[in-house]
DNA sequence: GGGCATTAGTTGTTTTTCACAATCATTTGG
DNA sequence: CCAAATGATTGTGAAAAACAACTAATGCCC
């Protein structure tokens, strides 16, 4: 049997910080539940933070054609900085099969955002391109999430921003190094 | 038109830290792509790494037959904690509708993992409990949400990884307060 | 150069997930 | 005592993800 409570209390850093700590010590409260007793677990702010992440941009996005998709904006803005990416280049940032990746890419082709070339030095593979339209979608896409992450990153003072920005990075390389 | 070359490059967080910058102003290369000129976005780091923690944490937790869902490791913990919790405060937490948080409920309770009671002060509503085969699962998943946030968090130091939880923490309750 | 394994991409299928609408029962408030 | 709100279930349809099977081109190795 494990000891459960009292909930585990998050002890306090030892960096020096400009991220005030009051409200940081208090447990998150929800529909009347501690959820701190979740284990603080780290798994469950990431897939919970994904969550409202995801959601929020779908939300900002939903006057344009790409919303909806995970892996369609970043299918886009690829595309958008290196004209001639293959699609297996794709799946690989993206963590998914060649199938997934094609589907995406036929959308984003049926839109008119990018288009699909034989490669020429390789008559299997495809060379993929931004359209003109595409590009104006990827600017808009590109300030939107910019305009997310200020809004976002409000309550993070400026110089700690590149801090946490710095941990996710080598959060999401440790793990994908060790996923092989 | 954007300026998007050269890529940006991260700047220097002013905190203290123990976590070494060697490694972190390089850029991640994923199929030769440098994929920081993603505007090294928040938002991509998150819904990656939460892709990365759910696939690892599937295959940790492959052997047991709560795998493969998302909400039902909450669901579970929760009940655990909270003899007599509701459908409805799960609901709340989870951030799902209630056919859905129902759903996965039908599916512990069939496993013999929670059973569900009526509330006495409310014939309306449920009140959920745990059963022992539920709890020592409870304390099996802990185990492994543990290893994994051991495994996962080797690369900052000890003192460290509550910043960089609490920034995770004030994130998700700042997006969470915005979506209303 | 012929044959075979490998790689790139597509198509198809099946299963799961998710959101939405509709329904039923109970509670609450006037 | 009636109407509105709340807690939960059922049903349905659409989107997403995983897998297998297939075509075509390349590379290797004899």
């Known amino acids: 049997m494990t000891d459960r409570y009292p909930p585990r209390r998050f002890q306090r850093g ?12 208090q447990p998150i409260t929800l529909a009347g539940l501690h959820i701190d007793v979740l284990d603080g677990a780290f798994s469950w702010y990431i897939r919970s933070l994904d969550s409202v992440v995801s959601r929020d941009l779908d939300h900002r996005m939903a ?3 790409i919303a909806k998709g995970k892996g369609k904006i970043t299918t886009l803005l690829l595309v958008d900085d290196y004209p001639g990416v293959r699609p297996s280049q794709i ?22 955002d990018i288009r699909r070339e034989t490669a020429p ?3 299997r593979a495809q060379a ?4 003109e339209k595409g590009h104006a979608l990827a600017d808009e896409v590109r ?8 809004e976002f990153f409000d309550f993070i003072a400026e110089e700690d921003r590149a801090q946490f920005m710095r941990m996710l990075k080598r959060a999401y390389l440790n793990m994908r190094k060790k996923l092989e």
């Open 14 to 25: 030892s960096m020096a910080t400009t991220v005030p700590d009051d409200q940081d010590d």
């Open 91 to 112: 799946a690989e940032v993206l963590m998914r099969d060649r199938p997934a990746t094609g589907r995406i890419i036929d959308r984003l082709v049926q839109a008119g």
């Open 143 to 150: 300030g939107i999430i910019r305009e997310q992450e200020n």
């Open 63 to 65: 006057h344009l054609d």
């Open 128 to 131: 993929l391109f931004i359209t």
């Open 121 to 123: 030095e390789d008559q």
